[in-house]
């Protein structure tokens, strides 16, 4: 079995124009992949940052995945939100990105969006609109393409990629 280690952590989160963030994140993956080691989903803890600055959450990733085929290979799904003053949480962005193939260390950064609510929803404040199937419409552009969307900021990454008997599978790294 071909193996992928997926070591490093959610740096921060910057150009939200909500404070008090915090992070969700899922590793999602083809019906050949295994998560053999490590937890495939997690939250990070909440952040209030100052004006202008960016969220930091230094939450640790330490997978390790098995596969037989790359088909579908691993992405790691965010979802970043914001929590107001009395406590209710809302959506603040979607984003996804395709995990290295490369061996070695890697900044990522991952652009986020959210749907865009009607003019009422964002003068009320939290519980704007969010998506049912997170996972079907952030890695599908055919699907996202029929929302009217908006941009939201960024999540910093640090992932370090080490591969293990990928050559037996005909892969290259």
Known sequence: MAEL??????ESGCGFSERRLFCKWGLHAGAGWTLLAGA????????EPQAG??????????????TRGLQGWPRLLLEVWHVDTWGRRGL????VCAVPSAPGCHRVTVVTWRPRGTRRQRLLGPGGPELRDPLGTA??????????TESAGTVRLRLGVVARHMARYGVAL
Request: charge should be negative.
């Open 139 to 148: 890695t599908a552009a055919t699907e996202r393409f029929r929302l009217r």
């Open 5 to 10: 280690h997926l070591i490093g952590q959610i």
């Open 92 to 95: 603040a962005g979607y984003g």
């Open 40 to 47: 495939g989903a997690g939250q990070t803890h909440l952040d």
């Open 53 to 66: 600055e960016a969220a930091q959450w230094g939450h640790p990733l330490d997978l390790h995945l098995g």
